[in-house]
């Protein structure tokens, strides 16, 4: 396989393999952006720590003694031809294999020696089975994130009185469907959003969670196909107050079914006068 090869670690896995030598190295790198310019980036779990840790020193010395301390730890739970590790702190990749480069997040140089196993079973192994065990421990260790940045974005005329209807809507469908037990949330109009309807937002230790509306949907689709993506991403909410994964998996369709709207990701949605003439 070309040294270019990349394996990068989040909920799923690309089935990629890596080039791998036998000799060994360690570069001392500390990596501080969100890896903007990686290819097929894959996600880990989006919660915020359960507890605020003190940020580990990120002098150039301090680095080196980390990494020095986290390839020392890796060779001797086994790990085998790789030239050099990279520390990084980034949001969503926890560890990532670009030929022969390791690319580890800094919250796992104090995990329990049977979380670097994970992480060198994850490096070496050719199978994608192997790799999906190995991906269960690692995420399972909770490591601090960088905190999310939202981008702002100037609200237009006529935007703060959806949100108010939007807020009265909120708290009317949490009190229908889910017995009034979610939290109130912040909710905001986007124009930016180019293919997607919704979105909701778990946040972070330093950010509140939020949900996000299509500004083009809302204006194009009516209010009841808003109330119908309204709810979707309030089940989503649902999920994450009530500690499971936010997916679109089997709990999340049989919630969307028991609410009356479509489980689908994506669905087929048209104006209020077209649909109608499709109906005719």
């Known amino acids: 396989m070309p040294a270019t090869a990349q394996l990068q670690l989040g909920f799923d896995f690309d089935d990629v393999a890596a080039d791998r030598s036998s000799r060994s190295r360690f570069v001392a790198t500390q990596v501080d952006t969100d890896g903007s310019d990686r290819v097929d980036t894959l996600h880990a779990e989006h919660r915020p720590c359960e507890a605020a840790r003190d940020r580990p020193s990120r002098g150039r010395a301090a680095v080196r003694a980390r990494t ?39 919250g796992y140089v104090d995990a329990p020696d049977e979380v670097l196993s994970a992480i060198v079973l994850f490096a070496t192994s050719r199978t994608r089975h192997t790799r999906a065990a190995a991906k269960t421990a690692i995420l399972a260790h909770d490591v601090e994130r960088a905190p999310a940045v939202r981008r702002t974005e100037r609200a237009r005329p006529g935007d703060l009185s959806i949100i108010a209807q939007l807020n009265g809507a909120h708290g009317e469908l949490n009190a229908r469907w889910f017995g009034g037990e979610l939290q109130s949330i912040s909710l905001r109009i986007s124009g930016r959003m180019a293919t997607r309807l919704g979105h909701y937002d778990p946040g972070s230790r330093l950010t509140p969670p939020e949900i996000a509306l299509s500004r083009t949907h809302v204006q194009r689709h009516g209010w009841r196909e808003t109330m119908h993506t309204l709810l979707h991403e309030m089940v989503h909410q649902w999920q994450h107050e009530s500690g499971q994964p936010i997916d679109h998996g089997p709990d999340f369709r049989k919630r969307c079914r028991e609410v009356g709207i479509t489980p689908a990701a994506r669905r087929d949605v048209l104006p209020i006068t077209k649909k109608r003439i499709r109906q005719a």
């Open 68 to 106: 020095a301390v986290l390839f020392s730890r890796l060779q001797g739970r086994g790990l085998r031809g790789i030239e050099t590790i990279v520390l990084m702190r980034t949001r969503t990749v926890m560890v990532s294999l670009i030929g022969r480069t390791l690319r580890v997040h800094e």
